[in-house]
């Protein structure tokens, strides 16, 4: 099998073209695909009070963005970016509370990755077979 983000930005270049009528019909169907990864990257980051509720999920057919986005809101949990490791290191400084002057390391704790990588078979295949569905009801082949 062919690299799976390579697979998706394929078929977001495709879901480009699809007429409006058809994306009514898409965009619940994708996000109930998505679904199992946020809830599964909401468990991951059950250690936060914050982070949870702060994770939501999208569905664009916009030229410029199309796709299925997870999202972390930074004004929910401004600590989710950080601990996801966004910055490609394997911890971040931060000043301990109440005191600007001492700093700390605090490793990351991935939850956004892990739970992509673990769903991303499940979604890609219903978003394949939902579009299939879509596109036969359309009348295409």
Do not use: C
């Not at 930005?9 to 019909?25: F, N, Q, S, V």
């Not at 916009?62 to 989710?80: M, Y």
């Not at 490609?88 to 509370?97: D, E, I, L, Q, S």
Request: aromatic residues 6%.
């Amino acid at each position: 099998m062919a690299d799976p983000s390579q697979e998706i930005r394929k078929l977001a270049k495709e879901l480009d073209g699809i007429p409006k009528e058809l994306r009514k019909r898409l965009r619940p169907a994708l996000k109930v695909a998505a679904e199992p990864i946020v809830a599964d990257a909401k468990g991951r980051a059950s250690w936060s009070t914050r982070i949870p509720r702060a994770i939501s999920l999208s569905v664009r057919f916009s030229q410029r963005d199309p796709g299925v986005s997870i999202r972390v809101r930074s004004k929910v949990a401004p600590h989710g970016r950080p601990y996801e490791g966004i910055t490609g290191n394997a911890a971040f400084r931060h000043p301990v509370f109440g005191h600007r002057d001492r700093w700390v390391s605090q490793e990351t704790r991935s939850y956004l990755v892990p739970a992509a990588e673990a769903g991303m078979d499940g979604a890609l295949a219903a978003t394949v077979e939902v579009v299939d569905q879509v596109a036969r009801e359309q009348g295409f082949r």
